[in-house]
């Protein structure tokens, strides 16, 4: 396919995963204000800005020993993850972003996959932050992931399985495998920082529909080594790290070797060596951090590798056909 | 609903009405059917029918305002119904004067024998701004320059005329199906009932066209379709069409031409590409022959183009043949070349670069319309009668300092077909613009983009200009 297409596709889903994560995030955030204490909502609020490395609006997030200053400063931030124009990952911004990108790459998704994005695309354009707050942000929130896992969902069962499909996946879990390594990053340097408490991990399984999963697996009591197992080893699990980069890996296979027979040849490479990461360095590591640390310099590198291979190779490279 | 308070007025042809107030033959079915209809659902019709545009993001850009701006052109849910013999008159004028065009185009980058013959004046031809003098000894693939025309149409007291020849990127097909999806689906009992002919085949006639002109010897050509990109006006046009073709939407950075082919970058390198369906301007096309500022097109494609590598469609310089000056002598070109008398009328043009023409022009600018020779959009124009002396004037002397740039026409009384406008029915001014199609054979889809004036009184029927959509049905035998 046309590689503008492909790329094009490949950015609508990671724009829209980005969205997906964000909605997830802010859903639990939301909930958590209803009955949690401040000291965990704050940690929340932590680990959220550090892991997409953004400055809150004004600068730096304080623990204020208020519920209404909790509240109100709650309402701005989840104004400026959700509705902020200016923050270029905002959900709004996300969801225009990966909105843009499906309309001019129309031509290569199909008509309920198209409507079902714009439909989306089109409520949340006309709501804002005042409309959400009251009575329930958190059901904005489940209502628009709702959405998103719609989209997901009649992608899935009516899309051909073509090359724009592949782009659309690999798209989806490069960028879910950035945000869930960073995520992680950030939850271990908020936690080095600031005292924690238990809840703070049951919160990171809950993003991950993972709860239930750990207290079958594991014990109702959360440990925080197995809650990172779970989370980065567990291949049952939707949205673990090493079934992102597993699928990663499986897509540049079957996306094949790109222009001239080895142009994929370094991102298949790079693919493997973070699949390796997962599945073998990991149970033995004594530091995870460090490890979590390349797998996140790794998916960037992957990244640039598939664009290079894919959208912007060199004409001199490619023989024509 | 009642058309009790509809406004008839028995001088300007009415689309549904004869002048005693009996609707015509062809409308009883969807006369009766929105008598039928409360005011309560009719307006919900229309309201379905305008949602469903938003939905699908059917929408086009309009250009002015400070950011670029999607919008939707609005859509009355009344359709417009012409009987299967108007069709049929309407099919063989078209074809008649498509065929004679192409002709025209083909004389005039050969031998112009034409000009020779003193039917046309050279400086016509040769001053006119679309003529391509890098086109001259050329012959286009198959005898084909105009591939695709959208014909404006307009229908009078005395039946219908060309008001213009769109020959080169003409635009308004995907709402002729987009217009059909939505109103079909909301008034589907009359639909069924009243044997509408299919227009949703437009893809297939337009891609056999396509292939018709592929290169010679190649006989899987792949086809693309060349847009200026997302911010042009017809955006959502392109990629419609490339869907329904099968072509991939292609911009110019994604295309290189090698060794006088042209390529397209794909995911598994350079691929061939035969056929070029550009909606990109002649302008833009080719920075070394046209516009060198051209970041839209492909350095290298008029070579490749001239060497019967690729093929373009349609060809550069069709617009000498619709330019508003050229159109003057349409009628004079179908008796020249075909040696038959014109079957769809022109409507009377003056010349300002004749002068007794501009003369007329300006003794009568109360009563004309005249338009700029290079414009087109609607934009330019000056509508004598809904203008102020002072804004005639001005715009005199603009016409004195250029008089080959401008030539008038009678303001015409445009049909008028019924729309709902706040909950009631209106008589509003109509056009249509069917497609015809030439490839081997000349292909007409039985249906056209059937253009709106929705502000009262007005006969603007531009989409830019406040203009709005009807669907426009073709009935069978």
């Not at chain 1, 949205?239 to 499986?250: E, K, N, P, T």
């Not at chain 1, 004594?286 to 992957?302: A, H, N, P, Q, T």
């Given at each position: ?150 989209f997901s969902g009649v992608s899935a069962a009516t899309m051909y399985r073509d090359e724009g499909w592949r782009f659309m996946q690999l798209g989806r879990f490069i960028e879910r495998t950035q945000l869930t390594t960073s995520l992680l990053l950030s939850q271990l340097a908020v936690q080095t920082h600031e005292e924690t408490s238990g809840a703070d991990w049951t919160s990171l399984l809950r993003i991950y529909h993972a709860f239930e999963t750990y207290n079958r697996s594991y014990s109702v009591e959360v440990q925080p080594d197995q809650v990172l197992d779970l989370l980065v ?89 | ?132 003098i890098e086109m001259r000894g050329f012959s286009a693939p198959h005898g084909v320059w105009a591939a695709i025309c959208g014909t404006d149409l307009v229908r009078t007291n005395d039946g219908f005329k060309v008001l213009e020849d769109n020959l080169r990127v003409p635009s308004g097909v995907s709402y002729m199906i987009a217009n059909r999806k939505a109103v079909k689906a909301n008034l589907r009992r009359l639909y069924r009932r009243s044997r509408v002919r299919h227009v949703e085949n437009y893809g297939s006639v337009l891609l056999e066209t396509l292939r018709d002109l592929a ?263």
């Open positions: 396919m046309l590689s503008r297409s492909a790329q094009g596709l490949y950015w609508m889903s990671r724009y829209l995963e980005r969205a997906d994560h964000l909605c997830r995030l802010l859903r639990l955030q939301t909930e958590a204000l209803v009955d949690r204490p401040i000291r965990e909502i704050h940690f929340g609020w932590s680990r959220i800005y550090r892991s997409l490395d953004r400055q809150p609006p004004g600068g730096r997030l304080e623990m204020l020993h208020s519920d209404d200053y909790t509240l109100a400063d709650s309402y701005t931030l989840a104004d400026d993850l959700t509705f902020e124009r200016s923050n270029p990952s905002s959900m709004w911004s996300c969801f225009a972003l990966g909105r843009e990108n499906a309309r001019q790459m129309r031509q290569c998704i199909n008509a309920d996959m198209w409507s079902c994005l714009n439909l989306a695309y089109l409520r949340i354009q006309q709501l804002s932050i005042q409309r959400i707050w009251t009575p329930s942000p958190e059901s904005f929130y489940a209502e628009t992931g709702a959405e998103i896992d719609t080893t567990d291949p049952l699990l939707p949205d673990s790290l090493c079934r992102s980069i597993d699928r990663a890996v499986s897509d540049i296979a079957a996306i094949g070797p790109g222009p001239d027979g080895h142009s994929s040849d370094a991102a298949r490479r790079l693919a493997g060596r973070l699949s390796a990461l997962i599945h073998y360095d990991w149970p033995d590591c004594k530091d995870r951090g460090s490890l979590l640390r390349e797998v996140s310099k790794y998916s960037r590198e992957l990244h640039h590798l598939v664009t290079a291979a894919y959208f912007e190779y060199s004409i001199e490279d490619s023989p024509t056909r | 609903m009642d058309f009790d308070s509809y406004d008839l007025n028995p001088s300007i042809y009415d689309e549904m009405f004869l002048p005693n107030g009996a609707p015509r033959e062809h409308c009883r079915e969807l006369h009766e059917t929105l008598g039928r209809l409360s005011a309560e659902q009719l307006g919900s019709i229309q309201e379905r029918v305008t949602r469903s545009f938003s939905n699908e993001g059917i929408t086009f850009t309009v250009y002015g305002d400070d950011e670029a701006d999607e919008r939707i052109i609005p859509v009355d849910c009344v359709p417009r119904v012409i009987s299967a013999t108007e069709w049929q008159s309407l099919e063989t004028g078209l074809t008649q004067r498509l065929k004679a065009l192409n002709l025209f185009l083909a004389d005039v980058y050969g031998d112009a024998r034409i000009v020779d013959d003193g039917v046309i004046p050279v400086d016509v031809v040769r001053g006119c701004p679309q003529y391509r290169p010679s010897g190649c006989s899987d050509p792949s086809i693309a379709l060349l847009t200026p990109g997302v911010y042009n006006s017809a955006f959502y046009e392109h990629m419609f069409l490339a869907g329904e073709i099968g072509a991939e939407l292609v911009e110019g950075r994604d295309l290189l031409v090698n060794d006088g082919f042209v390529y397209m970058r794909t995911t598994k390198g350079l691929r061939r590409v035969d056929v070029i369906y550009r909606r990109v301007d002649d302008d833009f096309l080719d920075p070394l022959v046209f516009r060198q500022d051209s970041l839209l097109g492909v350095p290298g494609l008029m070579n490749a183009y001239k060497l019967g590598n690729v093929s373009l469609v349609n060809a550069p310089g069709t617009g000498v043949a619709d330019d508003k000056s050229v159109y003057a002598y349409v009628p004079d070109m179908i008796r020249y070349y075909l040696g038959e008398e014109p079957l769809l009328a022109n409507v009377e043009t003056h010349l300002c670069r004749r002068s007794e023409d501009l003369e007329y022009t300006l003794d009568n600018l109360e009563n004309l319309v005249v338009k700029r020779v290079g414009e087109s959009g609607g934009y330019g124009m000056l509508v004598g009668p809904h203008t102020t002396p002072a804004e005639r004037e001005a715009y005199a002397e603009q016409v004195r300092a250029n008089p080959a740039d401008f030539i008038s026409q009678p303001v015409l009384a445009l049909s008028r077909a019924p729309c709902l406008i706040d909950g009631g029915f209106e008589p509003r001014h109509v056009d249509l613009r069917p497609f015809v199609l030439r490839g081997r054979e000349t292909r007409i889809v039985p249906g056209a983009f059937c253009r709106v004036a929705l502000r009262r009184g007005s006969l603007v029927v531009n989409s830019s200009q406040g203009g709005g959509g009807k669907d426009l049905w073709v009935l069978q035998d």
